[in-house]
């Protein structure tokens, strides 16, 4: 089968685009991505697509980086395709992220991919990374260490958008494709250094492996590729229902985990459980490593306070007594701004520090439906006639102290807040009602309220506080 059967095979098994799709290629001037334009050019009309040409000079070979544009934009207008040529300074970029030159283009490739997607309206981008590509990435990845995710190596789609429709092809069949249709190319001089990994690995492992233990290792390793990526498939649909079970909540800022349902997990599926946290708050899967996955696995296990970690992409994992939350709010291990308001009764007062408000009702004690002990703990009912105003809403202060309700001695606020297993980031943002005149604590939001303010026989009137959600969606 040759290189345009087997392009047109893999783009019909993954069912890589839909006619009407507007199709960026991404055309770097060698032969894989030259072959992968003048098949996708062949095959147009039969696919019903058209298609855009993308190349970025990276701006690390002077002169012959711009010669690589120029070919490409030739090549292009050949074949009668737009095309978009940009060049971006991937060196100074590198020195500011502090990145090696390889992950700094990587980056500013795929974005400029992107914003040539969106330039155009592009609905898929075509890349040429081929059967070779695929073998040098997974031996790559088995030397730097890896699960199944990194031997499953390039994937034929990904995220519905970027597709690989050569992942079946050999080099030297590209090469010989090149040939065969009299398209010439060029030879980037990057790739013949071997400062970089993956052209040693390319150059001298691979032949070496080849000729000493497997003649048929890129077939192989594309097979196994193949197998593994079926499982792995299989094991992430299995870690996305494990993640329903366990999540307690989940928005932009924020994922919340239920600690003790995540740790009945099998190991395995615990770390592709944190993954998916991680993807749904990143967005993606990169950069959370091995590492950090086990030490957050091990510190599960153990109790004590509570903890922060610092994770990649200015990610914060907080281990709580009974969650775990990744976040992008790192600061919140930090004491929060002091807040005063005052409480007027009936009225309320919202809180913009935490997005909180407090609600305080009088009711004659005979509409009160239910037993104060019945009221949900983020409401309760005081005696009117015991309290005195005017009352205020604040957070805590060093050296706070209230005598909960039945218990009959005075706790430091601290401690009923360890008692209670309030998270640490909490306890500077939770309400604080205290009458203005005497300092004394009332109640501590959601928490608990003082004694001798409680409903007796003899009371007539009752105040209700109660926490809320700063809008009209309370929870």
Not at 365 to 381: G, M, Y
Not at 419 to 442: F, S
């Amino acid at each position: 089968m040759g290189v345009l059967e087997k392009v047109r095979a893999e783009i019909t098994r993954h069912k890589m685009v839909q006619p009407g799709d507007l199709v960026v290629v991404g055309v770097s001037g060698g032969p894989d991505s030259v072959a992968l334009l003048h098949v996708l050019y062949c095959l147009r009309d039969e696919l019903g697509i058209s298609l855009h040409a993308a190349h970025l000079n990276h701006m690390f070979r002077g002169e012959e980086a711009k010669e690589d544009a120029s070919f490409v934009q030739d090549l292009a207008a050949k074949l009668g395709i737009p095309c978009t040529v940009e060049e971006r300074d991937v060196p100074a970029y590198a020195r500011k992220n502090h990145l090696s030159s390889e992950v700094a283009a990587r980056e500013a490739r795929y974005r400029f991919f992107r914003d040539v997607l969106q330039a155009t309206g592009g609905s898929k981008l075509a890349l040429a990374h081929h059967a070779d590509d695929q073998a040098e990435l997974v031996l790559m990845n088995i030397l730097r260490g890896t699960g199944l995710k990194g031997l499953s190596g390039m994937w034929p789609v990904r995220d519905q958008v970027y597709i690989r429709p050569m992942l079946e092809v050999r080099r030297k069949d590209i090469e010989q494709y090149c040939h065969d249709h009299n398209l010439s190319f060029r030879i980037d001089s990057s790739n013949l250094k071997n400062i970089y990994l993956r052209n040693r690995i390319r150059q001298q492992l691979i032949p070496w492996l080849e000729k000493e233990y497997c003649p048929g290792l890129v077939p192989i390793i594309s097979r196994m590729t193949k197998q593994i990526r079926d499982e792995e498939m299989f094991l992430e649909s299995l870690a996305v229902q494990a993640y329903s079970r366990v999540v307690l909540s989940e928005h932009p800022a924020a994922v919340v985990l239920h600690r003790q349902k995540l740790l009945a997990q099998p190991t395995v599926m615990a770390r592709r459980v944190l993954r998916v946290a991680w993807g749904r708050l990143r967005g993606n899967k990169q950069d959370l490593t091995f590492d950090h996955v086990e030490n957050l696995i091990n510190h599960l296990k153990g109790g004590g306070p509570e903890r922060i970690f610092q994770l990649p992409d200015g990610i914060a994992a907080r281990l709580a007594y009974e969650t775990l939350t990744l976040t992008h709010i790192v600061g919140d291990n930090e004491p929060h701004a002091s807040y005063f308001y005052e409480l007027a009764v009936p009225g309320e007062v919202t809180i913009p520090e935490t997005g909180w408000k407090i609600v305080s009702k009088v009711i004659d004690k005979k509409e009160l439906a239910v037993a104060p002990r019945q009221l949900p703990s983020h409401v309760v009912a005081l005696d009117y006639a015991r309290v005195m105003q005017p009352l205020a809403v604040r957070n805590k202060r060093d050296g706070d102290v209230m005598v909960p309700f039945g218990l009959g001695q005075t706790v430091k606020l601290k401690k009923l807040f360890i008692d209670r297993k309030v998270p640490r980031h909490l306890r500077d943002r939770i309400p604080i009602v205290v009458e203005q005149p005497t300092g004394r604590v009332l109640w501590v939001a959601g928490i608990r309220m003082a004694d001798e303010i409680g409903i007796t026989p003899s009371t007539q009137k009752v105040m209700l506080l109660s926490l809320e959600i700063g809008n009209s969606n309370n929870t």
